[in-house]
């Protein structure tokens, strides 16, 4: 998009611009000068690229309207010389798609701030479109009445912002058709208008346990931003209303061209929303910053697949040892632990498979066995003088088991009041896939830690 350019500096010339969006770069402003001694029209760009310190708010107006850019950082400037013809680059860490009133040189700070988000709709289910239909006694459609209305949803206090999961749509009328697109939103408010990071840090607490629920990477799709400072306003300069408008952040922008989740994971969440409510989500936010050392390493597992087992492993055991320091002693554990009574790795990795509360005998002959399998392949992968790698076969079963433990994990967080089988029912159909992996193998665990054949 090309336009011209304001700093919002009296007396500073315009100049032309183009605003590029790349799935590599982000957002980024490409600013053609001249860099002449003495050239008027063109000396503050110049000093721009030269000083390497553009404004840190920048204003793109355009035909098809005005583009709010701040957080703007140089990114590089070629100059060819003697012609002086310059092309300097721009990057902003925030762009909203609209102008804004008070003074142009204020930090962006929004009072609510709205995003898209992978596996939202699919967990919650607030969809916007009702249908009727209407029959005759044979059993013909006669009519069909479909409803479309906004879902406010679920609503939780989160430190000092109030969160919500909000149905909503839009209609895009087409030549003979409607088209109608709906989706669920999460949406931040704070009291007074705080920074896009701030508003993105709780965000990200929701979008971290959604990749929990359903086990793969969830990514920010879109944002939006409402303040009474960006608004739409009459000819004559009257406010009519102030709408959300689109922010594209360089901080979230590369999620936006990720692969989707596939239809068969966001089909089966480990748990129900309601089972986990408003209530448990208000949970999960309190006790974000007491288990970050779990979260983050288990988050970045499940995030990416393909990558190399062994990795998988490493990432999963780390935030097992974290839980299990936040869990503590727990009944049974003492097979595990050192003849004083320290705790080891297995110990670790046994607080964790039986704070999941889930019944893990289709894998193994105790659970004992199971988190001393889990602690030998982590350490042999970890520890140099422990030789060889482990037997791929082995480290697969033990990166599915601990992916399964730590998203467990974190669904006891967001709701210690049930019991596991309150929280996931009787059935868990990661467990089935995760028991069928054994069964292909054809291995299951014994009470020393050791794959076995099942039919041995």
């Known amino acids: 998009m090309t336009g011209m350019l304001v700093d919002g500096i009296d007396g500073t010339p315009y100049v032309a611009a183009t605003l590029r969006l790349s799935e590599t770069n982000g957002a980024q402003v490409e600013v053609p000068y001249l860099d002449f001694p003495g050239e008027s029209q063109f000396g503050s760009t110049a000093e721009w690229f030269n000083s390497e310190e553009p404004p840190s708010n920048l204003l793109l107006m355009s035909l098809d309207g005005d583009i709010s850019l701040y957080g703007c950082r140089y990114s590089g400037h070629t100059v060819n010389y003697p012609r002086g013809i310059g092309v300097g680059r721009v990057t902003p860490s925030e762009l909203v798609l609209h102008g804004r009133d008070g003074d142009f040189h204020d930090q962006l700070e929004v009072k609510e701030f709205r995003s898209r988000i992978d596996g939202l709709i699919d967990w919650t289910r607030y969809g916007s479109i009702r249908r009727k239909t209407d029959q005759d006694d044979q059993g013909r459609v006669q009519r069909v009445t479909i409803e479309i209305a906004s879902l406010d949803g679920s609503q939780w206090r989160q430190g000092a912002s109030m969160m919500k999961i909000s149905g909503d749509w839009n209609v895009d009328p087409a030549r003979n058709s409607v088209n109608v697109t709906e989706g669920v939103s999460l949406v931040s408010t704070f009291e007074c208008p705080k920074p896009v990071l701030q508003h993105l840090a709780e965000h990200r607490k929701v979008s971290a346990l959604l990749s929990f629920i359903f086990g793969c990477a969830t990514y920010f799709r879109r944002h939006d931003i409402k303040d009474s400072r960006f608004n739409a306003k009459t000819l004559d300069g009257s406010v009519v209303e102030t709408p959300f408008y689109q922010l594209v952040s360089r901080g979230t922008v590369k999620e936006h061209s990720k692969p ?12 129900e929303f309601s089972k986990v409510g408003s209530n448990g989500l208000e949970n999960w936010s309190t006790c974000y910053d007491t288990w970050v050392r779990f979260i983050h390493p288990a988050v970045s597992a499940l995030n990416r697949p393909g990558a190399i087992i062994e990795n998988l492993v490493i990432s999963a055991a780390m935030s097992m040892e974290a839980a299990a320091n936040l869990i503590g002693p727990v009944d049974g554990e003492s097979p595990t632990c050192r003849r004083n ?58 990166s599915s088991v601990t992916a399964l433990a730590v998203r467990m994990l974190a669904l006891r967080v967001t709701r210690p009041d049930l019991e596991a089988v309150d929280l996931f029912g009787n059935r868990v159909h990661d467990f089935d896939r995760l028991k069928d992996e054994f069964d292909a193998y054809g291995l299951f665990v014994n009470g020393d830690g050791q794959f076995v054949s099942r039919h041995a």
């Not at 989707?260 to 748990?271: A, D, G, Y």
Request: hydrophobic fraction near 35%.
């Open 341 to 398: 009574g320290s705790p080891t790795t297995a110990t670790y990795m046994y607080r964790c498979l039986v704070e999941t509360g889930w019944d893990w005998s289709a894998l193994c002959s105790s659970v004992v066995g199971l988190a001393q399998a889990i602690a030998n392949n982590y350490n042999t992968i970890k520890h140099f003088d422990r030789g060889q790698f482990p037997d791929p076969t082995e480290t697969h079963l033990v």
């Open 260 to 271: 989707s989740p596939s239809r068969k994971r966001l089909q089966s969440p480990l748990v």
